[in-house]
């Protein structure tokens, strides 16, 4: 089994691709052991890739904190877009509110 053909590439990464072992229908080969293997392998580069990440972006953080001008801060884009629509929603919400009242 060629475990590096992109074609297959989802058994690696959905659920509904694993290998159920206490299936009755399971039958341990070589091909379904170098597909639990491979998979292992790459939830562990994975693992360890998203290790990573966070580790450089704490220290990234760090880095910011200590110099001086971190005190300006940047928001996060969709964030921020966030903020605006919940804003906006609560202004159109109160003024709804008041035109009942009235």
């Known amino acids: 089994v060629d475990v590096h053909d992109p074609r297959f590439q989802a058994m690696f990464t959905s659920h509904l691709?694993?290998?159920?072992?206490?299936d009755p229908a399971y039958k341990k080969t070589k091909a379904t052991q170098s597909i639990l293997e491979e998979k292992h392998k790459r939830r562990e580069e994975q693992q360890h890739s998203q290790e990573e990440a966070v580790n450089s972006k704490a220290t990234q953080e760090k880095d910011k904190e200590e110099t001086p001008s971190?005190?300006?801060?940047?928001m996060d884009p969709s964030l921020s877009l966030l903020i605006k629509s919940?804003?906006?929603?609560?202004?159109?919400?109160?003024a709804r509110k008041k035109q009942k009242t009235k």
């Not at 971190?70 to 940047?74: E, G, L, N, T």
């Open 86 to 94: 919940i804003k906006n929603k609560t202004e159109q919400f109160q």
């Open 70 to 74: 971190s005190s300006i801060k940047v």
């Open 17 to 22: 691709y694993n290998l159920d072992p206490s």
